[in-house]
């Protein structure tokens, strides 16, 4: 139990363990280190307090220690029941002055009731990965409401919910969709989800990748850079889409394009990576490969039909950490790693470092924006301002030490006349 009662985490003593990594995470955060300092300058959260629901890894930890620089008293609880790093927990709480309320392995209660223990900070603004924080607040916190000045979403499954929140007329503050700013869409999705949720696998597994055919349905960005690093290791790649428009980029890119229900018969492992329900479900189970592999990339736990599997299944065991056998009455075996949910979180560290310093210095700036203009923004979901983007690429290729080319005043001019033609 924590030593703090204002916390519930796994082990206090965790800490050293949990410092030393984050740490190690800021080493590849140079862009979210320069913010940390102008935060801890200017001091733009004086008196603020942030509820932040997200998962609980060390470059998490380095964003809230940004914000903390900035002023901000933070409470912390985790966007998913698995993705916990309990170390980072008491390092965060033991070191670094946040709440936080975490544990990885928690039943679905104790992971709304740290939501609601977050909340209890009675925050100005909120931090979400998958909108159950907001979704909370709206739902049974209606009190904190009125002092909430405004938030950020970092996950596209959060957006999409909260775009269905706004056209209901529900939603009440401003939300900044920072999974959709150009940063985090081009690098997060596609290079982080992409190595992060082959590292989860082959953590899970250590299967060998060559040779095997790999199931990846959905190519939004996430499927796009799934379908490359498993292609770079070896694997023979199978896109199902329902856009006919990404499904040929698929085939264009080399890979196999088929449906769900035809891939299901040849694939060794699937991965999910839509934002839908039931992707994967009873009637590709029924086809599968003895020993074929289930995992999910997205956000929540919907894509594969885990409950149909179940009640498919005439025995299920544990086999190794983050492995599930389900044995079908036909003794095919089926691996489902952990538990349908977020494998790139459950079974690795999700995305690297370098890819969130990106992620996170969007967020980070995104919340001085907020918290200086926020109360003049209207209820609903709005973009990263398009300088934060340009200015946190400018950043990170600085501290790359590299230089890129500036148009000339003859270059401009260009651009911006009519007249000149062939
Ligand atoms: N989402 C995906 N990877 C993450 C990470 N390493 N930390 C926090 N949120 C994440």
Redo the contacts with the bound molecule.
Sequence with gaps: MAADPTSDIADVGLADDGDARIEWADRSMPVLARVRERLAKERPFAGLRFAAC??V????ANLVRALREGGADVALCA?NPL?TQDDTAAALVARHGVRVFARSGVDVETYYRHIDAALDIAPDLVFD?GCDLVNTLHASRTELLGGVRGGCE??TSGAHRLRRMAEDGALRFPMVAVSESTTNDMF?NRY??GQ?TLDGIMRATNLLVAGRTVVVAGYGLCGQGIAERAAGLGARVVVTEVDPVRALDALMQGHQVMRMRDAAAVGDVFVTATGNAAVVNTEHFAVMKDGAVLANAGHFDVEIDVRALTSLAVARRRVRRQVEEYVLDSGRRLLLLAEGR?V??AAA?????A??DL??AVQALSAVWLAREGSALAPGVHAVPADIDREVARLKLLAAGLEIDAMTTEQLAYLRSWRQGS
């Design positions: 997200m998962h890894t060390t470059e998490t966007s993705s990965d970092d996950t997060d982080g989800t992060s977020v790139n979180l560290e999700g995305h690297p470092p890819v969130m992620s996170f």
